[in-house]
Every structure is written in structure tokens, then in C-alpha cells.
């Protein structure tokens, strides 16, 4: 059996599989887009849905900056403007992943 699901049962499925905190609300907001986007009815290929997998593929971070942090591959002077070292960050993110921006943080696609 097949469905199609909106924005309300996408987060549905996640409260009910525990994961509701695993995203913020405009996170899931954004990851939800993101999925209708690539996968609109256009495509021949159909998605099934799987919180686990999701939760387990994309991490949310305030920033970009926050998402590089620790990496041994991203490496930006401390005494740039923070302006500048986010947009760095970014640009590193892109070059390696897909990368989801909203109003609040980014979610990567782990890599």
C-alpha cells in the first residue's frame, strides 16, 4: 500500500518512532521540502519513508560553523570575522555534502 504524506504526518512519524527531538521543528520543516523537492511526483522514483534512516543520514547544527567544528579537514584563522568564517564553512559543507539551510541552523547529510 502506498500513501502520500504532508508536512503534519511527516512529523507525526517522527513523534511516533521517539524522534520528534532529533530535529527542530523548522528542521523537520526543512528536511520535509527538501525530501518533496527531490522526490516530487515529476520523478519515477517513490520514497519510503524511514524515520531511523533519516535520523541516522542528516544532523542539525545551529550553524555551519558548528557543523565543521572538530574537523581536521576545515581549518579557517581565528581572528577572521565570524561573518566570514561562517560563509567559509558553508562553502566547505557544500563542497562535501548535501547541505539544508532554514531559518534557525542547517541540517548536512552526514558524511
Same mark, same amino acid.
Given at each position: 500500500?502506498?500513501?502520500? !504524506?504532508? @508536512?503534519?504526518?511527516?512529523?507525526?512519524? &517522527?513523534?511516533?518512532?521517539?524522534?520528534?527531538?532529533?530535529?527542530?521543528?523548522? $528542521? %523537520?520543516?526543512?528536511?520535509? /521540502? +527538501? %525530501? *518533496? @523537492?527531490?522526490? /516530487? @511526483? =515529476?520523478?519515477?522514483?517513490?520514497?519510503?519513508?524511514?524515520?531511523?534512516?533519516? #535520523? #541516522?543520514?542528516?544532523?542539525? +547544527?545551529?550553524?555551519?560553523?558548528?557543523?565543521?567544528? $572538530?574537523?581536521?579537514? &576545515? *581549518? #579557517? *584563522?581565528? =581572528? %577572521?570575522?565570524?561573518? &566570514?568564517?561562517?560563509? @567559509?564553512?558553508?562553502?566547505?559543507?557544500?563542497?562535501?555534502?548535501?547541505? !539544508?539551510? &532554514? !531559518? $534557525? $541552523?542547517?541540517?548536512?547529510?552526514?558524511?
Amino acid at each position: 500500500m502506498k500513501i502520500t !504524506i504532508n @508536512e503534519s504526518i511527516f512529523k507525526d512519524q &517522527f513523534r511516533l518512532y521517539g524522534q520528534i527531538d532529533q530535529f527542530s521543528s523548522n $528542521g %523537520l520543516t526543512a528536511l520535509y /521540502d +527538501y %525530501l *518533496e @523537492e527531490v522526490y /516530487d @511526483e =515529476s520523478t519515477e522514483y517513490e520514497y519510503n519513508l524511514d524515520v531511523v534512516s533519516l #535520523c #541516522c543520514e542528516y544532523t542539525e +547544527y545551529a550553524s555551519a560553523l558548528d557543523a565543521v567544528y $572538530g574537523s581536521t579537514n &576545515f *581549518e #579557517c *584563522e581565528d =581572528s %577572521l570575522d565570524e561573518d &566570514f568564517k561562517e560563509s @567559509e564553512a558553508l562553502k566547505y559543507l557544500q563542497k562535501k555534502t548535501q547541505v !539544508i539551510i &532554514f !531559518i $534557525g $541552523g542547517i541540517i548536512i547529510q552526514n558524511f
